[in-house]
């Protein structure tokens, strides 16, 4: 979506653009009569690609007449207007006019990101400690003894850099391939006369483009024909409002949306010489806001920075102030290495602070989001806002479309009333007493009512058979139509369309009006069944012969309508309607004569009952919302799950007559809505969100969905039958329409979520722990145990790879057993205030006692005592963390190590800080102030880490009685 200030760009940039060409009409023309480019000539082609391009972004009808008009035009491009472009010319055209690709600003190289995470303030205090610690260490203790201090701090700061600096660059890459996805839509166009799919990106000028409505205009274009075409071009100038566009204003836009009816374009310009191409060229593009968790967590990572700060700063005053009582009020002589001391206590103020800032907080909600949004990709599911992760895990109700998503939108013909009698198709086959039932009159009328009255179109696939590019019920109707083996190109001949109407859900029918080679005109009309019943006065009889329909039979045909319905059958009906003198050539909207009613079956998608039982498990109410008969909606409910016995199924009409007090009293129950329009959808999607304060996702195929996909928190457009408008309008696109990966999607939203918590809960942990150990012994001791380049490596445990270990762990079925997250719910629990308390304090004691008894209790004698038990608490320190994290892993679970080792990157991360923890304590001394430790302290060490860890889990296993 473009920001207000993209918005002002784009309008400011057409007012000029515009007000310049009012200047140029001359120039223009003159430009027409230039030379024609050798290679455009030798290419077969007779128009320059800038002059054509120019065209349609100027408006300007004058030089499109001059150039011989549309006809003219598509000649100068060696494309017939009725066939299309031959396959074999795609690449020429691609190296003449351009690929329809926009020129993206380039990746930031990696050296960018190492760059973005040197700025931080704390680590640049730390590199100029280290260097001045390795001048001071040099001049003291010589070379290369002296510099090993502020060598170890340097490549610790090297290692947090590098590994940050990876991690975003990946997540870059895998965001800005989820945007080339999701912007790679699929448009109808006439290739060698057959229509067909092709992406966008594989458009071409000359392309014969069919739109239809809520479809996005993929390229620049000429109008060839069409009907009521209206387009939304706010995306490009800002201004609400449609724009008709018919023969006197031919001219279409890329990026543009088809607001009303359908209509062909010719492709004049694609790619960078589109108008869209050329402003957006002109526009940075801006980066991912910030989810509203990730801004939650800025929030309490800058409480807990400021809390470091005041440790740091109290830890580097005790130090100092314990020194120079050592040196007697500054009586004793001072020495460089003095000056050494007073710059290590700085050094480990500053990395305190380093621990204490939980920068990782971010980082675990981006690669947790970067996670989830590429699994869900290979789920079929497109998220196109970060946020829309973390909230669809505290969904509390879904509003679910019912055809495509709770069914397999693969519709037939199974039942047809007509001539006064019910007839059933059975496995699409036609039998010989049903052709021979229906009259020849009827029959005819019966398939030009489908054929002619459709925005489906019948092509032929390269291997010779007809296939239908349309909607799943125009398929079904075009599919039981051709079985009655009519000559459907002849009869289409001997009727000239005169006008059409296209279908939208508020009147929830569509009609034509044509021209009959007899003389007069005819209007076909087809729709949701009680309307169109509602229409017609006539009725087609058993003779084929219109007569008067009495009360009587119409109540026995809505008998009828109720009887197909029930079977989950989606009814329709057909009519039309014989007229002498019209004046105006509008389509009527009465007296129509009744030709049959179809009954269509959709199967309910395979899993999806257990689906909706999954989410009722889950706290998550699941409420149909379609246009279709109640009879139908309330079968389909009831096969899915969603309709139970205590609950409620009401129309449309009926909910929105309603008062606000009584729609907050029955929408609790409220399960089905049934011939319901885009309005009553967004009137309960807005009572449950505004008046019970639910988390609220809603499904949409439609353009007439977008507002209802607006308001809720979580939109959700289907994939294969949406428009672009709808997905425009939605946070997540379900690339397969089905129910079963909605309900993944909201498992990983709680995934998401819970690994956040679980992450906050094992660095508040680690936080508490580093804070208060080096402060205590500071004021105590003197001393600190933990050392600039330890206190570095344990941030490397916390931020980095915690945030890797906790925040990309896939969700569990557990997940989907528990009530959703409320909209006020606080984001550290209580459980996880219990978790963390609990481990700082036995940490805190184990490591207390070490400080103080830990040379007595493990009897460590020498001259290097000292350094071994710092080491030993170092090493302990860090088990404790390694352990704490496998804890973390399960919040509320006492077996933690459950599942653990079925996850590779968890194992992963854990066998390697292990192995870098012993090469940091064996090999690595000189840099990191450790000595070795023998296997009995090693041991040690182990032990203590993981005893929390193997009470927990001991202690919620079964005893005996």
Not at 341 to 368: H, K, M, Q, R, Y
Not at 682 to 690: E, G
Not at 801 to 809: I, M, N, R, Y
């Amino acid at each position: 979506m473009l920001s207000v200030q993209s918005k002002e760009k784009i309008r400011i940039a057409l007012y000029v653009q515009k007000a310049a060409l009012h200047f140029i009409d001359a120039a223009s023309l003159a430009a027409d009569k230039r030379q024609i480019p050798e290679e455009v000539r030798q290419a077969g082609f007779s128009i320059d690609p800038d002059d054509l391009a120019s065209i349609v972004r100027s408006h300007d009808l004058k030089r499109l007449e001059s150039h011989g008009g549309l006809e003219e035009l598509a000649r100068k491009l060696s494309v017939s207007l009725e066939k299309g472009v031959c396959p074999s010319e795609i690449s020429n055209r691609q190296r003449i006019y351009g690929l329809n690709k926009f020129v993206e600003k380039p990746s930031r190289p990696f050296f960018m990101f190492v760059w973005d995470t040197l700025q931080d303030l704390t680590l640049i205090i730390l590199m100029v400690c280290a260097v001045i610690s390795v001048g001071v260490g040099i001049a003291t203790k010589g070379w290369p003894k002296g510099m090993y201090d502020g060598l170890g701090i340097i490549l610790c700061i090297f290692l947090v850099v590098l590994v940050t600096a990876i991690s975003d660059y990946k997540q870059s890459l895998q965001f800005r391939d989820l945007n080339k996805e999701k912007r790679n839509i699929q448009v109808h166009v006439t290739r060698n006369r057959n229509r067909q799919k092709v992406s966008i990106y594989d458009l071409v000028v000359g392309d014969i483009v069919h739109l239809s409505i809520g479809d996005q205009v993929p390229a620049d274009g000429l109008f060839i024909s069409g009907y009521s075409l209206s387009i939304d071009e706010s995306s490009l100038s800002g201004e609400s409002g449609t724009v008709n566009i018919e023969n006197r204003r031919p001219f279409l836009l890329s990026g543009t949306k088809v607001q009303e009816g359908s209509g062909k374009m010719l492709v004049t310009s694609v790619g960078m010489r589109t108008e869209w191409g050329r402003l957006m060229f002109t526009l940075s593009e801006g980066g991912n806001d910030e989810t509203p968790l990730q801004v939650k967590l800025n929030g309490v990572a800058t409480i807990i920075g400021k809390i470091g700060l005041a440790f740091a700063v109290l830890t580097f005053l005790v130090l100092t102030a314990r020194f120079l009582e050592t040196k007697h009020g500054g009586i004793t002589k001072w020495t460089m290495d003095d000056a050494l001391s007073l710059l290590n206590f700085f050094a480990i103020a500053v990395t305190i602070l380093v621990v204490a800032v939980p920068e990782g907080l971010p980082l675990a909600v981006t690669l947790s989001l970067a996670f989830a949004m590429k699994k869900l990709m290979k789920g079929r599911a497109l998220v196109r806002h970060l946020s829309a992760c973390e909230t669809m895990g505290s969904v509390s109700s879904i509003c679910t479309d019912k055809t495509g998503t709770l069914t397999t939108n693969h519709m037939e013909v199974t039942q047809i009333w007509i001539c006064g009698e019910a007839k059933t198709v059975e496995s699409n086959r036609l039998g010989n007493a049903l052709k021979s039932s229906i009259p020849e009159k009827v029959m005819k009328a019966l398939v030009l009512g489908i054929f002619l009255n459709t925005n489906s179109e019948l092509v032929k696939g390269q291997d010779g058979k007809t296939e239908i590019l349309g909607s799943p019920t125009e398929t079904a109707l075009l599919e039981f139509a051709l079985l009655f083996q009519m000559d459907l190109d002849a009869e289409k001949q001997e009727c000239k369309t005169i006008k059409v109407d296209p279908f939208n859900s508020v009147k929830k029918n569509m009609s034509v009006l044509v021209a009959l080679r007899g003389g007069g005109l005819r209007a076909f009309v087809k729709g949701a069944s009680e309307i169109i019943l509602g229409m017609c006065d006539k009725i087609v009889g058993k003779d084929g012969e219109s007569v008067s329909l009495s009360d009587e039979q119409r109540k026995n045909i809505a008998n009828v309508i109720d009887g197909f319905a029930c079977k989950a059958l989606r009814t329709l009906c057909l009519a039309f309607k014989d007229i002498e003198n019209i004046s105006d050539e509008s389509i009527p909207d009465n007296n129509y004569t009744l030709i049959a009613v179809v009954g269509i079956k959709d199967p309910v998608r395979p899993g999806v009952k257990e689906a909706v039982q999954t989410c009722i498990a889950a706290g998550i109410t699941v409420r149909m919302v379609t246009g279709d008969n109640i009879n139908t909606a309330k079968a389909i409910a009831k096969e899915c799950g969603i309709l139970t016995d205590d609950g409620i199924a009401i129309e449309g009409p009926d909910f929105r007559n309603k008062s606000t007090q009584e729609m907050k009293e029955i929408i609790p129950k409220l399960q089905v809505m049934a011939r319901s329009l885009p309005s009553d959808k967004h009137k309960l999607v807005t009572m449950l969100r505004k008046e019970l304060k639910e988390v609220v996702a809603v499904t949409g195929d439609g353009t007439n969905d977008a507002p209802a996909l607006h308001e809720a928190d979580i939109g959700l457009a289907m994939g294969i039958a949406g428009t672009e408008v709808a997905k425009e309008s939605a946070d997540v696109v379900i690339m397969d329409d089905n129910f079963k990966t909605i309900v993944n999607v909201a498992k990983w939203g709680r995934s998401v979520y819970i690994n956040i918590q679980k992450f906050l809960q094992f660095q508040l942990t680690v936080n508490v722990v580093a804070l208060i150990t080096n402060f205590v012994s500071a004021c105590v001791s003197g001393s600190a145990p933990l050392t600039a380049v330890q206190l570095l490596w344990v941030n490397m445990i916390m931020d980095t790879f915690g945030a890797l270990a906790l925040a990309t762990e896939p969700p569990h079925d557990g997940l989907m057993k528990r009530p959703p997250v409320g909209r006020n719910a606080h984001f550290i629990t209580r459980v996880m205030w219990r978790n963390i308390i609990g481990q700082s304090l036995y940490q805190l004691a184990t490591l207390g006692i070490l400080s103080f008894e830990g040379k007595r209790l493990l009897k460590l004698n020498g001259a290097d005592s000292t350094s071994t038990l710092n080491t030993l608490i170092f090493n302990t320190f860090v088990f404790c963390q390694v352990f704490n994290e496998i804890s973390s892993r399960d919040m509320e679970k006492i077996n933690v190590f459950q599942g653990m080792f079925s996850s590779s990157l968890f194992m992963i991360i854990m066998v390697s800080t292990v192995a870098f923890q012993v090469v940091i304590v064996e090999f690595l001394g000189t840099f990191a102030d450790t000595v070795p430790l023998s296997l009995e302290l090693w041991g040690v060490s182990i032990l203590i880490g993981a005893d929390r860890t193997s009470h927990k889990t001991m202690s919620s296993m079964p005893r005996k009685r």
